[in-house]
């Protein structure tokens, strides 16, 4: 069991940029994948970017260039940078975990970009 508390979230102009963090209740180091997933109002939950503990990472093709996620093992916190914002980034981001086949959500954090 894991408890993932996000922060980071605002109103941003387009063009603007935000970092999204992702606090877990314990160690990271041993989960499988820590990730990013997005939900924008009518649309189903998609991934933005996803880290594996071997350091691998994957993005949705929307965002490559632009988002960067990166984790600490130190402070348990996995982060979203967030450059060159655009509107079609507004929704709901929320933080996974996934551990032994588990699947845990924080709660979101909204990103609304300003045209």
């Known amino acids: 069991q894991v408890q993932l508390v996000e922060s980071g979230g605002g109103l941003v102009q387009a063009g603007g940029s935000l970092r999204l963090s992702c606090a877990a209740s314990?160690?990271?180091?041993?989960?499988?994948?820590m990730g990013w997933y997005r939900q924008a109002p009518g649309n189903q939950r998609e991934l933005v970017a996803r880290?594996?503990?071997?350091?691998?990472?994957n993005y949705a093709d929307s965002v490559k260039g632009r988002f960067t996620i990166s984790r600490d093992n130190a402070k348990n916190t996995v982060h979203l940078q967030m450059n060159s914002l655009k509107p079609e980034d507004t929704a709901v981001y929320y933080c996974?975990?996934?551990?032994?086949?588990?699947?845990?959500w924080g709660q979101g954090t909204q990103v609304t970009v300003s045209s």
């Open positions: 996974n975990a996934l551990i032994h086949g588990d699947d845990y």
């Open positions: 314990r160690s990271i180091f041993s989960f499988y994948a």
């Open positions: 880290l594996t503990a071997g350091g691998s990472t």
